[in-house]
Nanobody
């Protein structure tokens, strides 16, 4: 029904940048809200960034605000997370997720129905 595939993870030094991509199996962005989440070993999965269906409103965790940017390319059915000024505490498995229409808690993982398999981001000091 909905398949999401992340890519773009890797290893980078602190202060560097990465851009994560999430390719959807079909066009979703006019009717699905999308989010990026991350989970480090021993930690709970946390919301990083989200964008409402239609792309009109974005949301960010305080820990990444000003450093990360969520965006989407409708023509490519692709969601992006541009990550700048990366810090070691950003190290985690990053997942993209989707939920039909909109959610009142866009950074809550429980709100999302569809998930990608994740892509690893490692930031060294």
């Amino acid at each position: 029904q909905v398949q999401l595939v992340e890519s773009g993870g890797g290893s980078v030094q602190a202060g560097g940048s990465l851009r994560l991509s999430c390719v959807a199996s079909r066009y979703l962005f006019s009717s699905y809200s999308m989010g990026w989440f991350r989970q480090a070993p021993g930690k709970e999965r946390e919301g990083v960034a989200a964008i409402d269906s239609g792309g009109g409103t974005t949301y960010y965790a305080d820990s990444v605000k000003g450093r990360f940017t969520i965006s989407q390319d409708n023509a490519k059915n692709t969601l992006y997370l541009q990550m700048n000024n990366l810090k070691p505490e950003d190290t985690a498995m990053y997942y993209c997720a989707a939920v039909y229409w909109r959610t009142a808690a866009p950074l809550s993982q429980a709100e999302y129905r569809y998930w990608g398999q994740g892509t690893q981001v490692t930031v060294s000091s």
